[in-house]
């Protein structure tokens, strides 16, 4: 029998209804088969017309190649320097498997799960996510407008993966030992305008004050801006300290909505998050902002290939 031709598959693959898991199969195919030559590529094109990272002089000379990439010197510092000089991916190996890891990163997989399809080591699939995540995280909105929602979450503080407790271990896993929000808690705060663009912040420990909503929220909300809350008095105060128009919805009380006035979009940022989360069984604090930055990339959905991933984590602090 004479064996298929390409056109031939692609046509038969065309006319059958894929399902969710039919696609993540197919993505994951063509993931595991890119040229490693791709993610050199990309990586260059990403950093095409950067300054030298050491000292911003513009001027360059070619000096040879390492790992793949481009050297160059520069005439003013001489230091040498690649594409990804002064990035959170400087140093890291493997190239030919980042862009499959990537693709991992866009499905949510665990750590262990990633290390298992791109076949790396569990330690370097944590120390992947943790360069790629934060890099691609750079990628947020400067600035909010019009109508924006604020609203807290808060998560039990977590030391996972710590060698050294600053407290005594939880008995039974994760309970408070006092009731209510306190300084047990870490503060996930996120606020998010209606065309959708989303900003989210770890305030620090404890019930928001308005002097974390003042560092966190003023340099991205301009004076012209409506902001929405709940009743919290930390907003009634920081809105007045900034000059900025607020409404708030007693959502205590049962009020849910004044016609336009709710937080019914940050809300449901916050549980989708929440729910997002379960799969990791629990994060550190010291990386919940690593999960939510993740979770903004992922529900904004612009940076929605490997290579857009790439070339945002590629980008220079
Ligand atoms: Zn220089």
């Known amino acids: 029998m004479r064996s298929l031709t390409f056109d031939e598959v692609f046509a038969m693959l065309s006319a059958v209804r894929l399902s969710a898991a039919d696609l993540a199969r197919l993505r994951e195919w063509i993931a595991s088969i890119m040229h490693p030559a791709e ?38 510092c001489r230091h ?47 120390r992947w996510r943790h360069r790629f995540v934060p890099g691609a995280m750079r990628d947020r909105p400067q600035i909010l407008s019009a109508i924006v929602e604020a609203d807290e979450t808060y998560r039990l503080e977590s030391q996972k993966g710590s060698r050294k407790l600053t407290r005594r271990a939880r008995k039974r896993g994760c309970v408070a030992a006092r009731r209510g929000i306190n300084k047990e808690h870490d503060c996930l705060l996120v606020a998010r305008d209606r065309n959708g663009n989303t900003l989210d912040f770890h305030a620090g420990r404890g019930q928001v004050t308005a002097a974390q909503l003042h560092g966190c ?60 989360l379960v799969r990791f069984r629990g994060v550190a604090s010291r990386y919940l902002i690593n999960y939510s930055g993740w979770q903004r990339i992922l529900d904004a959905r612009r940076l929605a290939t490997p290579a857009h991933l790439l070339c945002a984590a590629a980008q220079s602090g």
């Open 80 to 126: 040498t320097y690649n594409a990804l000089t002064g990035t959170p991916l400087a140093r890291l190996r493997k190239k030919e498997c980042w862009l499959p890891y990537l693709q991992c990163v866009l499905e949510s997989r665990t750590v262990r799960d990633a290390a298992r399809v791109v076949n790396v080591h569990r330690t370097t699939s944590f």
């Open 39 to 76: 993610c050199i590529a990309l990586i260059e094109q990403a950093a095409a017309g950067r300054p030298c990272p050491h000292c911003g002089c513009a001027r360059r000379h070619r000096c040879g190649q390492a790992s793949g990439l481009q050297r160059f010197r520069c005439p003013g």
């Open 217 to 276: 929220l003023r340099p991205v909300l301009p004076a012209d801006v409506l902001l929405i809350s709940d009743g919290a008095a930390a907003y009634r105060r920081f809105a007045a300290d900034a000059g900025i128009t607020h409404e708030a919805v007693n959502v205590r009380a049962g009020v849910r909505a004044r016609g336009a006035i709710h937080i019914q979009n940050v809300n449901g940022w916050h549980s989708r998050f929440k729910s997002w």
